[in-house]
């Protein structure tokens, strides 16, 4: 059974600082890997998407690597901004064509002015 | 702008009543999905589909049923709500190119 675990579980930095959120999970064998961000009772906005062939995503100031072989995910934020607080959520889809998600249990960042 | 939609935000409802979610998709995607999320908590996969008639269930076991009759539409139903229910509920849409779209989900509490 895939399981999905992320490090720190809180995070607070101050304004500027780089973010390094990691994302660990048990068996390689993943379709893709999705990073997404979730505001205090709200929905999951997707951040960045990597696949499984792929080894990294960047969309602005975020870029995400993947090693399948060791189950390891990074996602670096530059230069935070106040903005940047809230929930990070790790999801591996698995190879199974239903693509079902196993999320982890999420990186809460606070980022200070 | 989101591209897949959830109706109530936010709904308060007494025990034993029944109660339809709503979710709705404008990107014609066939692959929709129910996650359940408590406070804090974990999102747990509960339903499925792969398109029109077809829906499965997920891995977190709920008494909850869903219907897929058109393929932007994919509405969660519950038959007599219980304080259990209580969570929140978030729907998505997938493609293999973009992975998942969620909505801003529903907020459930039963009474």
């Known amino acids: 059974k895939q399981e999905v675990t992320q490090i720190p579980a809180a995070l607070s930095v101050p304004e500027g600082e780089n973010l390094v959120l990691n994302c660990s999970f048990t068996d390689s064998a993943i379709y893709n890997l999705q990073w997404f961000r979730q505001d205090p009772g709200k929905g999951l906005t997707s951040l960045l998407l990597i696949q499984s062939s792929q080894r990294e995503q960047t969309s602005g100031r975020l870029n995400a690597s993947l090693d399948k072989s060791s189950g390891r995910s990074t996602l670096y934020i530059a230069a935070s901004q106040p903005g940047d607080s809230a929930t990070y959520l790790c999801a591996v889809s698995r190879t199974d064509s239903w693509g079902k998600l196993q999320f982890g249990a999420g990186t809460q960042v606070v980022v200070t002015p | 702008e989101a591209d897949i939609y959830q109706t109530p935000r936010y709904l308060v409802i007494g025990t034993g009543k029944k109660i339809t979610l709503e979710c709705s998709q404008t990107?014609?995607?066939?692959?929709m999905y129910w996650y359940q999320q408590d406070p804090g908590m974990e999102l747990h996969l509960i339903h499925y589909s792969y398109g029109v008639n077809s829906t499965e269930k997920g891995d977190l076991s709920s008494e909850s049923t869903v219907s897929r009759i058109r393929t932007e539409h994919f509405p969660l139903t519950l038959e007599s709500a219980r304080p259990s229910h209580t969570s929140q509920y978030l729907c998505?849409?997938?493609?293999?190119?973009?992975?998942?779209?969620f909505g801003s989900g529903t907020r459930l509490t039963v009474v």
């Open positions: 998505a849409s997938r493609t293999e190119n973009y992975g998942y779209t």
């Open positions: 990107m014609g995607h066939d692959k």
